[in-house]
């Protein structure tokens, strides 16, 4: 039931990390639950293990917002494991991403405006 | 191992499992494959408790999230329905939770000394006393000679007048043997305790004050520590200021001082006056605590068979020392907040079952849109949690109100405050029962409505309730008859029994009596004549004020006091005690016979001329006159009473010394003349008693005022009328009959609305049917007969299982009955009438509507 209609995307920001990294993870290919754990994992070098508990939960809610959505295509057969199901990113995700992304660099630009520089970029 | 993992998910929302689960146990599954080592997988295993717990307490919190506002939304719809509920919910959980801070109070919370459950209170046993105080001779040999207790200490009772600066007061506390520090292991809150040097005889003379006593006589002023107040005119010196709740050995205890034994106490074995308390060694029971103490008294029967004959030792924990009428009257009062709850729950499982045949078509609507019945279920029954949850708090704050009013069902035995206070056991208490009522008011309800949802439901004008659903309902009414025929019952037999005690004549004048305290200290008054002196002030000055018909002094008012117990020896056959040839010792002035009306039924009264140079005079009562001179004249006959030759010049009728449900002892009276100097100081008379026409408030100030001309340093305590004394008799048990009341009144209407509901839907549901029947020529009295023989039934049903049930419950209770059967017929009798009463009016509006029900509106609805 997807609701994207109904939500704004800026009511959806800023976004709570895990929910973030998932829309990472999921921005180049569907992946399944633990798919995106370990892209997670990888991508932060270890710092982000979701648990699966947080991982659903936070799947369920970015269903219920439209954000992702179940996807009916498998990957080939020789990697398919039935159970799993696989997640994909809407076009209201990536809009979503892209917002929060836009919303963190502006951030990033005011904290270097003040003197907190990371590094000389 | 996945079998565990898997139960850990089942603490997930089930629709959150059913669709994550399977792969949660996939992800678990592949990181126990990559977990090497045992560090690794304890760490795995632990990750995924803390990890499911949090989650999972998120997850319901978001579904909550979601249902709470329906639920309110759909609450407030029928806000009726929710006020009704809600009140009822409190009305269950206020009195439940009430009574169980009570009962927990009393019954079951740990003392607040050091280590409780090894204390216990040691009595001597003899026949015809249960548990009397020891003598400090039993007591030096019982605590030498036993091998289970760690410690043993005693306290009596201590009451002084006491100066410390402008006005003498009056003052109840205890004298304490050294070791009984240690063992109640209760720190002063400022300054010290006595030590077992400062507790022999000839030590300075110190004192501890109450905090209350610290505060009211002495500003809560530090420095009190060190100053020196004086007692009965002995100069004590203040050492320490105990704690606001520490209450030993009563809770009317104002100070503490060294018991401080002189030898020549443990001369007489038979002069009882100490409670015992002893520390059980660890790990020795009660049992053989009672066997050790078994073997002692053996040993000393046989050492003084005259004194110590047939003593025996009783030992309960101190935790269960008093009567078991208070045990039986937690548990009725438990029994019938039990009722009251069973009703409330009964009464709403009813409302919300009616509520939910009238939403079949809002389930049936959100089934067709995909809600699974679990989904559902869910809602309803966060529904009746909000219910219940409003209605917890609600009870709580209600008890949390009624509680004080309770004081008077603390026994007064114990060491405790008068108050119940709500702990966070309590608290636990009331919120198991608010979720328990919830659910077991919500949860039949939601699975019928959720799981017979059909699209069905969705069809216009179909019709609600089938007969399953009836049949629940009207056993659900049944049940709410059954409690409330058992709760009026209980009631009204411990009315009856109420009524039965307050109806006994006390054999004196209970109206127009006022009675205060003049207690004279010792040694300053141990001359008899200098107490006459003050009697004879006093006396005069009183029966001069204008309303006052005559005013007496006596040594104990009956019923403020039971003791003072002396054993009777007749024609030198010297009896002990222990043989129930007893008496009560009173010394009287002249004129307490008329004063407190009690009948003069042969020979005179005590009067001025009986002094110390001639025979010594008693009055006695019929029941002694009975007991050893039975059809005899009994006066100028002699008997050997209070070390002394005394010899009978008058009967007076009996009078109820001990109270209303306790039998006394035979009575006898003694001049207050004939009492030589410093002997049973302790009966010199100290009550003063007044009858007048005029109110204690007149009277009062010239009373004090006559005392204060006598002795100025004379304090005045003990103020009460006779009927106080009398009345507070029954208090305890008239305010549990209030409360039994109480309950009984709410289940009883609970019950009638009940009634009232069921019948109500019954013929709204049945409309059409009755308007067929009258259509088809059913005449008034034919429908009227069809509505109120249904509640004939159910209350039929109700009362005879409620009457079965009763008579169990009366006779479980029968200790509280004062003497009235358990199957009182007039109880009995006037409980179904008001049942039947109850049914007949919640029938009535229902059985009107039916009779007028319209047949051609009726059959045309559809």
């Known amino acids: 039931m997807a609701k994207d209609d109904e939500l704004s995307i800026d009511s959806l920001l800023p976004l709570p990390p895990a929910t973030f990294h998932i829309l990472l993870a999921l921005a180049g290919e569907d992946r399944h639950g633990y798919g995106i754990i370990q892209d997670v994992a990888a991508r932060t070098g270890g710092e982000l293990r979701l648990s699966p508990g947080t991982l659903y939960r936070s799947i369920q809610r970015m269903q219920e917002q439209g954000l992702i959505v179940e996807t009916r295509e498998r990957p080939a057969p020789e990697e398919d494991d039935e159970r799993r199901r696989y997640y994909r990113i809407t076009p209201f995700g990536h809009a979503v991403a892209r917002a929060e992304a836009r919303r963190l660099a502006q951030l990033v630009k005011m904290a270097r405006a003040k003197g907190f520089a990371p590094g000389r970029a | 191992m996945m079998r565990l993992y898997r139960a850990l998910l089942h603490l997930y929302p089930s629709s959150f499992r059913a669709a994550y689960g399977e792969e949660m146990i996939a992800i678990f599954a592949e990181r126990r494959r990559a977990a090497k080592g045992v560090a690794a997988i304890i760490r795995l295993w632990l990750g995924a408790v803390f990890e499911i717990l949090g989650n999972a ?44 801070s009570l009962a927990d109070f009393v019954l079951l919370r740990p003392l607040p000394y050091s280590h409780p459950d090894r204390l216990v209170k ?61 063992m109640l292991g209760v720190q002063p809150v400022m300054g010290r305790f006595f030590t077992a040097e400062e507790d022999r005889y000839g030590a300075p003379a110190t004192v501890l004050l109450s905090y209350g006593l610290w505060q009211s006589q002495f500003g809560g002023d530090r420095g009190v520590i060190g100053q020196k107040i004086r007692l009965d005119d002995k100069p004590s010196v203040i050492i320490g200021v105990m704690p606001p709740d520490f209450h030993y050995p009563n809770r009317e205890a104002e100070l503490w001082a060294p018991m401080q034994f002189q030898e020549d106490e443990f001369q007489d074995r038979n002069d ?27 040993q000393l029967k046989q050492q003084y068979p005259r004194e110590n004959g047939k003593t025996e030792a009783n030992v309960y924990f101190l935790r269960d020392d008093f009567s078991r009428g208070w045990r039986m009257a937690m548990l009725a009062l438990m029994g019938a907040a039990g009722c009251v709850l069973l009703i409330a729950c009964a009464n709403l499982m009813n409302l919300l079952l009616a509520r939910s045949l009238v939403r079949q078509r809002e389930l049936a609507v959100r089934t067709a849109v995909g809600a699974g019945w679990k989904r559902l279920l869910r809602q309803m029954l966060t529904e009746s949690m909000v219910l219940a949850a409003i209605g917890g708090v609600l009870g709580v704050l209600l008890a949390i109100t009624v509680l004080p009013l309770f004081a008077r069902l603390v026994p007064d035995s114990l060491p405790i405050s008068a108050t119940p206070s709500i702990d966070l056991r309590v608290l636990a208490f009331s919120l198991a029962l608010t979720t328990l009522t919830g659910m077991g008011f919500g949860l039949l309800p939601a699975l019928r409505a959720c799981r017979n949802v059909d699209l069905g439901g969705l069809r216009e004008g179909s019709r609600a309730g089938g007969g399953k659903k009836e049949r629940l309902r009207s056993t659900l009414v049944v049940v709410e008859m059954t409690a409330s025929v058992v709760l009026l019952i209980s009631a009204g037999l411990l009315i009856r029994a109420l009524w039965r005690i307050q109806a006994t004549d006390p054999g004196f004048r209970t109206e127009g009596v006022l009675t205060l305290r003049t207690a004279l200290p010792m040694p300053k008054y141990e001359k008899t004549t200098k107490r006459n002196e003050f009697y004879r002030h006093v006396l005069s000055e009183v029966r001069r004020l204008p309303g006052v018909n005559n005013a007496v002094y006596i040594s104990f008012l009956p019923m403020a006091m039971g003791g003072g117990i002396w054993p009777v020896s007749v024609d030198g056959d010297v009896k002990e005690r222990s043989d129930l040839h007893t008496a009560s010792a009173r010394f009287v002035t002249p004129g307490f016979f008329a004063t407190m009306a009690i009948p003069l ?64 002892e035979p009575q006898v009276y003694m001049a207050y003349k004939q ?16 009858e007048s026409t005029a109110g204690p408030a007149a009277l009062l100030p010239a009373i004090r005022r006559a005392v204060r001309d006598a002795d100025p340093d004379q304090p005045v305590s003990n103020i009460e009328t006779m009927a106080e004394i009398t009345a507070s008799q029954t208090a305890s048990r008239s305010l549990m009959v209030k409360v039994l009341g109480a309950f009984a009144v709410v289940a009883f209407l609970l019950a009638g609305i009940g009634i009232h509901g069921l019948l109500s839907f019954a013929v709204s549901q049945r409309t059409q049917e009755i308007g067929v029947r009258i259509a088809l020529g059913a005449q008034p009295s034919d429908i009227m007969r069809m509505v109120l023989g249904r509640s004939a039934v159910l209350a039929i049903a109700g009362i005879t299982a409620g009457l079965v049930l009763s008579f169990a419950a009366g006779h479980a209770m029968e200790s509280l009955l004062a003497g009235v059967k358990p199957a009182d017929p007039v109880t009995f009798i006037a409980a179904i009438c008001l049942c039947l009463l109850m049914a007949l009016l919640g029938s009535l509006a229902p059985t009107i509507k039916a009779v007028k029900v319209d047949p051609i509106s009726a059959i045309r609805i559809d």
């Open chain 2, 675 to 690: 009492m030589p100097d410093n002997e049973t100081v302790w009966y010199a008379p100290k009550d003063l008693v007044v």
């Open chain 2, 601 to 664: 039924v042969a020979g005179r009264d005590v009067s001025d001329s009986d002094t110390i140079d001639q025979p010594f005079a008693a009055v006695v009562s019929a029941s002694f006159v009975e007991r050893y001179w039975p059809g005899q004249d009994p006066l100028g006959k002699h008997f050997k009473f209070v070390f002394h030759d005394r010899v009978v010049v008058g009967v007076v009728n009996d009078i109820r010394v001990r109270g209303f449900e306790e039998s006394s």
């Open chain 2, 57 to 100: 307490a998120v997850a319901h919190w978001e579904i909550l999230k979601q249902d709470l506002p329906y639920a309110m939304r759909a609450l407030r719809r029928t806000p009726g329905f929710a006020l009704a509920a809600v009140l009822v919910v409190a009305l269950g959980v206020g009195a439940n939770t009430a009574v169980f």
């Open chain 2, 272 to 298: 009882n006056y100490l409670h015992v308390l002893a520390r059980l060694k660890p790990g020795i029971t009660l049992q053989q605590a009672r066997a050790d103490l078994a073997v002692v008294t053996g």
């Open chain 2, 122 to 182: 040691i009595w001597e046993r003899v026949p015809g006393y249960n548990r009397l105080e020891l003598s400090p001779a039993d007591y030096r040999d019982w605590k030498r000679m036993s091998k289970s207790f760690e410690a043993m200490g005693a306290s009596r009772g201590l009451s002084a007048n006491m100066i410390a600066g402008h006005d003498p007061l009056r003052v109840e506390g205890a004298y304490l043997t050294a070791e009984l520090w240690p």
